[in-house]
T-cell receptor, first 116, second 112 residues
Framework: NAGVMQNPRHLVRRRGQEARLRCSPM?????VYWYRQLPEEGLKFMVY????????ESGMPKERFSAEFPKEGPSILRIQQVVRGDSAAYFC??????????????FGPGTRLTVL | KQEVTQIPAALSVPEGENLVLNCSFT??????LQWFRQDPGKGLTSLLL?????REQTSGRLNASLDKSSGRSTLYIAASQPGDSATYLC???????????FGTGTRLTVIP
């Protein structure tokens, strides 16, 4: 059973470009969470999605950031018009549907975004 | 709002020592608490998950305890090895919350 997969592992963008980060949850998991780790800071929650639904986006900046988890394919975190402050490690986690509130979250290796 | 604190921020010990990492959280209404390991430039590896109804969990040389009423957890590492060198993160899932709240971690260095 493959773990949570994220790609790319490293992404370099110039200011103003778009960044697309992909996350494939573990097999059998239908819940996806995105977290951001800024340099020298702890991980902060961004958004929680189920298939075709955004359940909680309370941690996501209101502008330039969006997330989706389509019926088919990976979850996508999209950052438009990137700025230097978006440079961070973005982690995706997944959990199975049953007993949602109590389930363990399994993390991917992260995507390290560098904005020049 | 849940806040998670980890002390110390960094710790160096000689190989073979037993050590304790501390985690405290402000809101005791939690579903569970997870301890993770993060190696430099890498992702998170889940070490132990303690449900709110449990007091401790053990895996190999690791033992994690949970005192929900006082808002504390400890991670005990026995007979430390250089390969244990990493940052250890504590995270809690609040009751009714969808996400984990993370501490800023303890950076452990085990000296051969």
């Amino acid at each position: 059973n493959a773990g949570v997969m994220q790609n790319p592992r490293h992404l370099v963008r110039r200011r103003g470009q778009e960044a697309r980060l992909r996350c494939s949850p573990m097999k059998g998991h239908s819940h996806v969470y995105w977290y951001r780790q800024l340099p020298e800071e702890g991980l902060k929650f961004m958004v929680y999605l189920q298939k075709e639904n955004i359940i909680d986006e309370s941690g996501m900046p209101k502008e330039r950031f969006s997330a989706e988890f389509p019926k088919e394919g990976p979850s996508i975190l999209r950052i438009q018009q990137v700025v230097r402050g978006d440079s961070a490690a973005y982690f995706c986690a997944s959990s199975p549907a049953a007993r949602v509130g109590r389930n363990e979250q399994f993390f991917g290796p992260g995507t390290r975004l560098t904005v020049l | 709002k849940q806040e998670v604190t980890q002390i110390p921020a960094a710790l160096s010990v000689p190989e073979g020592e037993n050590l304790v990492l501390n985690c405290s959280f402000t809101d005791s209404a939690i579903y569970n608490l997870q301890w993770f390991r993060q190696d430099p430039g890498k992702g998170l590896t889940s070490l132990l998950l303690i449900q709110s109804s449990q007091r401790e969990q053990t895996s190999g040389r690791l033992n994690a305890s949970l005192d929900k009423s006082s808002g504390r957890s400890t991670l005990y590492i026995a007979a430390s090895q250089p390969g244990d060198s990493a940052t250890y993160l504590c995270a809690v899932r609040g009751a009714g919350a969808n996400n984990l709240f993370f501490g800023t971690g303890t950076r452990l260095t085990v000296i051969p």
